[in-house]
């Protein structure tokens, strides 16, 4: 049985690219303030080991990572102690 989320992102493919392209941001930034909680990392402690300035952490903690280009996200995942691995879906 279809739900009415369904039919609202299904049904119209602006909506749904809109749709997945802000669930990424937020996934990107919910994953990176559980880690610097758990961490107990600053936003300036987690910049300053990135080698990036406190702004891109704001920008990525408040799903704002449009802007961030990818070695810069690798950075402040490493600096976590994460790396991406892309597979084929």
């Known amino acids: 049985m279809e739900t009415t ?3 609202l992102i299904n ?3 602006k909506r749904k690219e809109k749709f997945d392209k802000e669930y990424n941001d937020f996934l990107l930034s919910e994953f990176l303030l ?3 909680e758990s961490e107990q990392i ?3 402690a987690l910049a300053q080991k ?3 300035s406190p ?3 704001q920008k990525i903690r408040t799903k704002n990572a449009e802007r961030i280009n990818f070695r810069t996200f690798t950075n402040v995942l490493h600096s976590l102690g994460y790396k991406i691995n892309i597979v084929r879906i």
Do not use: L, Q, Y
Request: aromatic share 6%.
């Open 5 to 7: 989320f369904d039919k």
């Open 11 to 13: 049904n119209n493919p």
């Open 34 to 36: 559980e880690k610097m």
């Open 42 to 44: 600053s936003v300036r």
């Open 50 to 52: 990135a080698g990036v």
């Open 55 to 57: 702004t891109v952490i």
